[in-house]
């Protein structure tokens, strides 16, 4: 099993526990078009991002070092609005490894426009599950909970759901918040909506897609790849599902998915039967037309 009970932590040897974060997460702070400014507080905030990230506890699990899960987090600063307050874009990309493989699959590659913050060089970076102390911090605990609670659900069908009501939280904390990101009416596409469909049982389907896909299908590639690739395709059904009931006009959660894994299915289904390669090319098609093009390339 994965994950170490809560009730084994007490048996756990000090010497473990320093191991007990569950992210090893890498930061780059990107200024290029900021000018003529004291560049070492940038230093200074990807270094305080960083441990704030990996040094934090964000469950009641222990992870060793190789269960850690691999993500990275890009900020790129475009303002400065003042010598404290900042404004940008952030990406967050998750991966998690394959069973039996030296392969990473990625499970979330996600680009947030709504990146307003306050930081003073050297500051402590706060943050309370029970409050909004401060945007910066309660968007890093967001984007942890949602890494930790995808790979859990990669793992066990509705696994991240904890994860994922700690993210709700946070954003029901921020309501009163004068940055965007937060609330439902600044955009169809942003952290409120991002974790309504995770929580939603309308999307239900999308979750289960992630547990099979995932364990039932890239887990045993390498055993039995036929038999893997198939349940990977028959996975897909639950995304034409959504599609099709559109649960809501946006369905910000399945583009989320199909940003994650388009790439990567057109690997998978590469080496299909010509009658598999034509279902599957039909449903991803379909259920994300965007990359009609691109999906062509499984029946070349």
Not at 5 to 21: E, H, N, R
Not at 162 to 183: C, D, H, L, P, Y
Not at 197 to 205: C, E, I, Q
Request: overall charge negative.
């Amino acid at each position: 099993m994965r994950r170490i009970p809560v009730i084994l932590i007490l048996l756990i040897t000090s010497v473990l526990s320093v191991d007990a974060q569950e992210l090893r997460c890498n930061v780059q702070v990107i200024t290029n078009q900021i000018q003529g400014t004291n560049k070492q507080k940038f230093t200074t905030l990807q270094r305080a991002i960083y441990e704030f990230m990996n040094g934090r506890s964000w469950t009641d699990h222990v992870f060793n070092s190789q269960e850690r899960i691999e993500a990275n987090i890009m900020i790129n600063l475009t303002d400065e609005i003042s010598s404290d307050e900042f404004r940008g874009t952030i990406q967050i990309q998750s991966r998690r490894p394959v069973f039996n493989s030296s392969y990473n699959t990625v499970l979330f590659n996600y680009m947030d426009n709504n990146l307003h913050f306050r930081y003073t060089e050297h500051e402590t970076l706060e943050f309370s599950e029970n409050q909004h102390l401060s945007n910066l911090t309660s968007i890093l605990a967001f984007y942890a909970y949602i890494i930790i609670g995808l790979d859990y659900d990669s793992f066990s069908i509705n696994g991240g759901t904890e994860f994922f009501q700690k993210a709700e939280a946070i954003v029901t904390n921020a309501q009163n918040a004068s940055e965007r990101g937060w609330k439902s009416f600044e955009g169809n596409r942003n952290r409120y909506w991002l974790v309504s469909n995770l929580r939603d049982s309308k999307y239900a389907p999308v979750r289960e897609f992630s547990y099979r896909y995932h364990r039932l299908g890239l887990d045993r590639m390498s055993e039995r790849p036929a038999e893997a690739r198939a349940e990977i395709a028959e996975s897909l059904y639950l995304l034409q599902k959504i599609f099709r009931e559109k649960p809501d006009p946006f369905m910000h959660l399945l583009q989320v998915v199909m940003d994650a894994k388009s790439d990567e299915m057109i690997n998978v289904f590469s080496e299909s039967n010509p009658d598999e390669a034509r279902r599957v090319t039909a449903l991803l098609r379909e259920v994300d037309p965007a990359n009609t093009p691109k999906y062509q390339r499984i029946q070349q």
